[in-house]
């Protein structure tokens, strides 16, 4: 019988099925393997059945799973068995639909994506002494060993942010240098106003300039959340994908942008308007850094963190309700050393990033939109956008929850007690519970900015109680009308009550600038 050569079909990065010999009992298909090893699919096979004049016929729906034997890809029926071969045989978890009709032939394929990433709490990251950085984004332990016991010189391209430079870049150049590494620093002002394609481009310009390898050098971002989001959006255009490592020196990015898949810049004003979901090959955490960011940009994090506890996690509340004072004091350094499991600094970061990535990690790519980890970001991008650089993003965050809270007790999700639990630790962790630039207007214009990308529903998570939520699509105009003005009047008096008493602290006061 004539045959022919199936449709090319290229490899794909999804997961593959282990290695495994085909059969050598006889068994074979109605098909061929060619002398190179790929299979030949007859041409009665492929070939459409030639309808009949005074028949319809109907669709003929054909499912293939995808075999590499030698170098070759090809396909073969669900279900059939492969033929008689000696040479090692690769599965993919890919499959090709094929769908043959009058009107033609349609494919449909189903490509899963693999990605595997590390999260790692360490300690003194910069100490020559501790390989984290060099080798600690490896997995696997053969591939460790072939990497530490190689001539070749290692190379490492770091971004790192202007103002942590000169806070820590005598200690990362040392490190290197002390591990005979090959490195470029390139120390970027990496802000919300500085977070854009411009700077994306600048660092992929310096990154062309090094010319480094794609698989075994991974770029370093060491920095907050925007210098680690920039980084990860330039890694993910460099050669389609290349693998980069995350350092956060932020308590918000230590919680947040660290533990998640996704990177962006803003554009037109608009907070992360371009990005994508590339995780990093590993994130390595060192509580250390915080120890020199000032306490505002503490309380700035304990937003992020205290989202988590009202939407899952009471035990996580009361922690910051009982030493949120405790832990702005001592910066999140521990007193009783890093292994000290009962240390509240330790206990909170740790709970914040399991629950972060309990949401995360089974809807990394956000195919599911219902997410209660935009509990206080469906105001807050327009918010924070709008008055910057007046709010940090963890308090325009909080700002967005304190009105929530009110939304959830307007539909009688929370009681007046737990309302004011809330609100009282939210002003124990010294966040703002209100601005004056969060009127009536911008919350209606940032929710109908939210139907735009949700589906055309609002997706409102909302507190059920303390530590409990879930996510609703029908709160009336109505109720938010009246829990803004309930929230208005509560807020906006009792901050205004309180400025007089702070003096000449600058911070506190930012939270209530008129615009």
């Known amino acids: 019988m004539e045959t022919r ?3 090319p079909m290229p490899g794909h990065s999804g997961a593959f099925k282990k290695h495994s010999k085909a059969p050598s009992d006889g068994r074979s298909l109605d098909r061929e393997i060619s002398p190179s090893g790929s299979m030949l699919v ?29 170098s070759t890809w090809s396909r073969i029926k669900k279900g059939e068995a492969l033929s008689n071969s000696e040479d090692e045989i690769t599965h993919s978890e890919a499959k090709i639909g094929e769908c043959i009709s009058e009107g033609g032939i349609s494919w449909i394929i189903e490509a899963p994506i693999y990605f595997c990433y590390k999260v790692v709490e360490t300690y003194n990251i910069l100490e020559p002494s501790n390989t984290t950085l060099l080798w600690g984004h490896i997995t696997d332990p053969q591939q460790i060993e072939l990497a530490t016991a190689s001539k070749r010189k ?16 005598s200690k990362v150049r040392q490190y290197f ?54 980084v990860g959006l330039a890694a993910s255009l460099y050669r389609r994908r290349t693998p980069y490592i995350r350092v956060p020196t ?13 990177n962006g810049v803003n554009f037109l004003q608009c907070k992360n308007k371009l990005g994508g979901y590339t995780p990093p090959v590993a994130s390595f955490l060192d509580r250390s850094f915080i120890q020199s960011i000032p306490r505002r940009h503490i309380s700035n994090g304990l937003g992020e963190i205290l989202k988590m506890a009202l939407m899952k996690h009471k035990g996580l509340f009361d922690l910051l309700k009982n030493h949120g004072k405790h832990l702005l004091d001592t910066k999140f350094q521990s007193c009783n050393g890093f292994a000290d499991h009962r240390d509240a600094a330790l206990q909170t970061t740790r709970i914040a990033i399991e629950t972060m990535l309990e949401e995360l990690a089974p809807n990394l790519w956000e195919d599911d939109l219902d ?16 008055v910057l650089p007046s709010l940090m993003h963890g308090e325009a965050v909080n700002i967005d929850m304190a009105f929530m809270t009110y939304v959830a007790h307007a539909r009688g999700l929370l009681d007046a007690q737990e309302k004011e639990q809330i609100l009282q630790c939210m002003r124990g962790l010294e966040l703002p519970v209100w601005h004056s630039g969060c009127s009536w207007a911008l919350i209606q214009r940032a929710l109908q900015e939210r139907l735009k990308h949700s589906g ?41 009550e309180e400025l007089p008493a702070q003096g000449d602290d600058p911070a506190p006061q930012l939270h209530c600038l008129p615009l």
């Open 250 to 262: 932020t308590l918000l990015s230590y919680v947040d942008a660290s533990v998640g898949a996704k």
């Open 456 to 496: 055309g529903q609002p997706r409102m998570p909302l507190p059920t109680g303390l530590g409990v939520a879930d996510i609703f699509n029908d709160t009336s105009e109505e109720t938010l009308e009246r829990a803004y003005k309930l929230w208005v009047k509560d807020c906006q008096t009792v901050l205004e």
């Open 154 to 169: 290692l190379r490492r391209f770091i971004v790192i942010d202007e103002v942590v430079d000169k806070l820590y870049g």
């Open 371 to 386: 997410r209660l980890v935009d509990f206080g970001h469906l105001i807050s991008p327009e918010l924070e956008m709008r």
């Open 42 to 70: 007859t041409e009665e096979e492929c070939a459409p059945a030639v309808p009949e004049a005074s028949m319809a016929q109907e669709p003929r729906q054909t499912d293939f799973q995808l075999v590499r034997v030698k």
């Open 5 to 7: 050569p199936p449709l």
């Open 177 to 230: 240098e002390e591990n005979n590494v090959q490195y470029k620093i390139l120390a970027l002002p990496t802000t919300e106003e500085t977070k854009s394609m411009d700077l994306v481009l600048n660092i992929l310009h310096e990154v062309q300039n090094f010319s480094l390898d794609r698989r075994t050098e991974p770029i370093i971002a060491i920095g907050g959340g925007v210098c680690l989001d920039i």
